[in-house]
């Protein structure tokens, strides 16, 4: 069998291993930046909540940005201004169960130290799950901890940032 398709030792997706990435170099250019393309500000993987592991080495005394999935589709500079130098985690709160994200968020609040925990939700009244998971995980932990949320509009309008 070739190497490149065993499954890890853990089981399960080979496309779940935990994985970190070298922040990309600063791209240099003579023509107009708008042309050329961007790289990605991504640094991990997987990204999904319930993908990612609690205890990965890049989350450590990390800025969390956790992100209703439809965010990056919706605002444009998702990655220039809020991916950068952050991890993520992403999930949908009217597709999954909110309880599952507030015991995985309130593991990861345990073991990690987070600086703080920025939510993304889009405008839709169905995303403000994803807030209150990360609070009642703050709550569970029963640690400070500073989340601010941050509301895109389903055109990418940035409509503002609140700290809970």
């Known amino acids: 069998m070739d190497n490149n398709n ?24 003579n023509s107009d930046s708008s042309t050329e393309p961007q790289p990605s500000q991504l640094a991990q993987w997987p ?16 800025e969390l940005v956790l992100t209703a999935d439809c965010i990056p589709f919706a ?6 201004d809020y991916l950068k130098g952050r991890p993520i985690a ?26 703080s925990i920025e939510v993304m ?3 839709v009244p169905c995303c403000n799950g994803l807030f209150q998971a990360a609070a009642m995980a703050r709550e569970n932990a029963g ?10 509009g389903v055109r990418g309008e940035y409509f503002g940032t609140k700290e809970m």
């Open 6 to 29: 065993k499954i890890p030792p853990t089981g399960g997706c080979p496309g779940s291993a935990s994985r970190q990435f070298e922040a990309p170099a600063a791209q240099q250019s």
């Open 75 to 80: 605002y444009a500079d998702y990655h220039k």
């Open 47 to 62: 990204i999904q909540l319930m993908l990612v592991p609690p205890t990965a080495p890049y989350f450590k005394d990390a």
């Open 90 to 115: 992403i999930a949908c709160p009217k597709l999954d169960n909110l309880q599952l994200y507030v015991d995985k968020l309130t593991e990861m609040i345990k073991v990690n130290n987070f600086k």
């Open 121 to 123: 939700v889009m405008e």
């Open 143 to 152: 640690v400070e901890l500073p989340i601010k949320i941050t509301t895109i």
